[in-house]
Antibody, heavy 119, light 107 residues
Framework: VQLVESGGGLVQPGRSLRLSCAAS????????MNWVRQVPGKGLEWVSY????????HYADSVKGRFIISRDNAKNSLYLQMNSLRSEDTALYYC?????????????WGQGTMVTVSS | EIVLTQSPATLSVSPGERVTLSCRAS??????LAWYQQTPGQAPRLLIY???TRATGIPARFSGSGSGTEFTLTISSLQSEDFAVYYC??????????FGQGTKLEI
């Protein structure tokens, strides 16, 4: 069971970046997925959620209107389109799997991809 | 938004000791609480869900309890690999999912 993020890097304020997460070892299409971020040395912040069929999507207020979560079940992949990036978006971004439909704990985490927003 | 307050922020302990970490919610979250362990340079690992159920592969020395607004994570006998940061997370009233600020266990 594995989640592997990619797409992070250094980007200027106001620009865009797209993160990807490749899932393997479980039936991706059966589970809701999330993005969680962490400023190095700081705590965890949930960013976004997408249900198994993409019918339900939610965002943290801090990213609403700027970030778009999506998934492609045929490709076992999760995405995060990040637009209008700000310095405060600088963080390690984790792709995270919901444990189950009735327990929304996060049971599988990727290793993260670092996003740095700076001029 | 539900605020989770963890205490203490840092706890200095010795191997073999029994420790109890606290997580308090700003309003009732039933038993919809999880605990995570994060060691340096690693992603968080799920320890406990449903306030008291150990996740797969988690040693029996980890136990969780509580409901409503008061929760605890107990480690019965600290091992060297347990020195880490521990976070609680609520998934009762969401969005947003919220995390506590973390408790660091140090030697």
């Amino acid at each position: 069971v594995q989640l592997v993020e990619s797409g992070g890097g250094l980007v200027q304020p106001g620009r865009s970046l797209r993160l990807s997460c490749a899932a393997s070892g479980f039936t991706f299409r059966d589970f809701a997925m999330n993005w969680v971020r962490q400023v190095p040395g700081k705590g965890l912040e949930w960013v976004s959620y997408v249900s198994w069929n993409s019918n339900n999507i939610h965002y943290a207020d801090s990213v609403k209107g700027r970030f778009i979560i999506s998934r492609d079940n045929a490709k076992n992949s999760l995405y995060l389109q990040m637009n209008s990036l700000r310095s405060e978006d600088t963080a390690l971004y984790y792709c995270v799997k919901d444990f189950s439909t009735w327990e929304n704990a996060f049971d599988i985490w990727g290793q993260g991809t670092m996003v740095t927003v700076s001029s | 938004e539900i605020v989770l307050t963890q205490s203490p922020a840092t706890l200095s302990v010795s191997p073999g000791e029994r420790v109890t970490l606290s997580c308090r919610a700003s309003q009732s979250i039933s038993s919809n609480l999880a605990w995570y362990q994060q060691t340096p340079g690693q992603a968080p690992r799920l320890l406990i869900y449903g306030a008291s159920t150990r996740a797969t592969g988690i040693p029996a020395r980890f136990s969780g309890s509580g409901s409503g607004t008061e929760f605890t994570l107990t480690i019965s006998s600290l091992q060297s690999e347990d020195f880490a940061v521990y976070y609680c997370q609520q998934y009762n009233n969401w969005p947003p999912y919220t995390f506590g600020q973390g408790t660091k266990l140090e030697i």
